[in-house]
């Protein structure tokens, strides 16, 4: 198993540039979410998904969108980057049902964004 | 607010020596409780999880506790060695099985030689 795995590593954009950083995992698992981690502040819930078809917003939403098309794939969208998006992305992802196995959640290795 | 505190902020200790990270929560009706390392530059690693209905996990030299009722859980970590430098990342899931996490900022430890 690949686990979760991030793409790009590194980002740098400009003022106003969309892009979407991509982020899949191959353990069958209902729940992803994006946190971002930025010195000081710690990671925070961007948006998560408990299922194909189903997201939601966490603590720090705005400027950011999310689709979940299959299981595997929750990729995040900058509609229109702004330096205050200049941060650590990261990815994650758990079972979230009871048949599943343990709710620990896994992590991907994280993108780096600077904004310009 | 639900809130996750992680004390001290950094640690510097000798090699060999036992140790303990703390963490606390404000709210008691936790799901589970789970513990990573992050190395610089590095993505989390999960080290323990712990379920609320549980008291303590164990794997090799690392210890996670959980006493739900006075908000806190601890991670020792015995015989430390200079690879176990990392900060540590304590981090609450509320609201079930589906409900989010919410991180502590974490404990950065030294271990030195």
């Keep these: ?116 | 607010k639900q809130e996750v505190t992680q004390i001290p902020a950094a640690l510097s200790v000798p090699e060999g020596e036992n140790l303990v990270l703390n963490c606390s929560f404000t709210d008691s009706a936790i799901y589970n409780l789970q513990w990573f390392r992050q190395d610089p530059g590095k993505g989390l690693t999960s080290l323990l999880l712990i379920q609320s209905s549980q008291r303590e996990q164990t794997s090799g030299r690392l210890n996670a506790s959980l006493d739900k009722s006075s908000g806190r859980s601890t991670l020792y970590i015995a015989a430390s060695q200079p690879g176990d430098s990392a900060t540590y990342l304590c981090a609450v899931k509320y609201g079930g099985s589906q409900g989010n996490l919410i991180f502590g900022k974490g404990t950065k430890l030294s271990v030195k030689p």
């Design chain 1, 1 to 116: 198993n690949a686990g979760v795995t991030q793409t790009p590593k590194f980002q740098v954009l400009k003022t106003g540039q969309s892009m979407t950083l991509q982020c899949a995992q191959d353990m069958n698992h209902e729940y992803m979410s994006w946190y971002r981690q930025d010195p000081g502040m710690g990671l925070r819930l961007i948006h998560y998904s408990v299922g194909a078809g189903i997201t939601d917003q966490g603590e720090v939403p705005n400027g950011y969108n999310v689709s979940r098309s299959t299981t595997e794939d929750f990729p995040l969208r900058l509609l229109s980057a702004a330096p205050s998006q200049t941060s650590v992305y990261f990815c994650a992802s758990s079972y979230s049902s009871h048949l599943g196995g343990s709710y620990e959640q896994y992590f991907g290795p994280g993108t780096r964004l600077t904004v310009t």
